[in-house]
C-alpha cells in the first residue's frame, strides 16, 4: 500500500514538474506595443503607423495603376473612334466587295496577318462580328499606324 502511494506522489511531483518546466521555457513577453511619455501615446509600429503607412503605399499603388490604365483606355478609345470614322468613309460591316471586305475594307494580307483566327473560323472579313472587325483593325493600327488606310485617315484628320 505504502508503494503505492509514492508512485501515486512521485507521479503528482513530476506532473508538478513537467507542468513548471514548461511555464519557465514560455517565450518571454513581448514588449509593450506602446510607450506613453511626455502626455502622448507612441505606438512602436504596431498600431496606427503600420496601418497608416500601408495604406498610403496601397494608395500609391492604386494610383499609379488607376492612372497607368486611364492612359491605356484612352488611347485605345481614340483608336477605336479612328476607326469608326474610317468605317463611315469606307462601307458596310457586310461589304463583301473583293478584293477589299468588311467594315474597315481588310484585304487578304491584312485579314492574314491581323484576325487569324476569325478568318479561319468565318472567311473573309465581311462574316466576321463587328467587334471581330475592329479587333483586327486595333491589332493593325498598333503595329502599322493608319497606313492601311492613306486617303480615309486624311479625311478623319488622322493624320
Not at 14 to 21: F, I
Not at 58 to 78: K, P, S, Y
Not at 87 to 109: F, K, N, R, V
Amino acid at each position: 500500500m505504502c508503494s503505492r502511494r509514492w508512485a501515486a506522489t512521485l507521479v503528482v511531483v513530476l506532473a508538478l514538474a513537467m507542468s513548471l518546466a514548461s511555464w519557465a521555457a514560455r517565450p518571454a513577453e513581448p514588449q509593450p506595443d506602446r510607450t506613453i511619455g511626455f502626455g502622448q501615446i507612441k505606438f512602436n509600429g504596431l498600431g496606427p503607423e503600420r496601418w497608416a503607412r500601408r495604406y498610403r503605399q496601397q494608395r500609391r499603388h492604386t494610383l499609379a495603376l488607376r492612372n497607368a490604365l486611364t492612359l491605356r483606355v484612352d488611347r485605345l478609345a481614340g483608336i477605336i473612334s479612328g476607326l469608326l470614322c474610317i468605317h463611315e468613309h469606307e462601307g458596310s460591316w457586310t461589304d463583301p466587295g473583293a478584293p477589299y471586305y468588311g467594315g474597315l475594307q481588310m484585304d487578304w494580307s491584312f485579314m492574314r496577318s491581323y484576325g487569324g483566327r476569325s478568318l479561319q473560323a468565318h472567311g473573309t472579313a465581311d462574316h466576321w462580328t463587328v467587334g471581330e472587325q475592329l479587333a483586327a483593325g486595333v491589332a493593325g493600327y498598333l503595329e502599322r499606324g493608319w497606313a492601311p488606310w492613306p486617303n480615309t485617315s486624311r479625311m478623319c484628320g488622322l493624320r
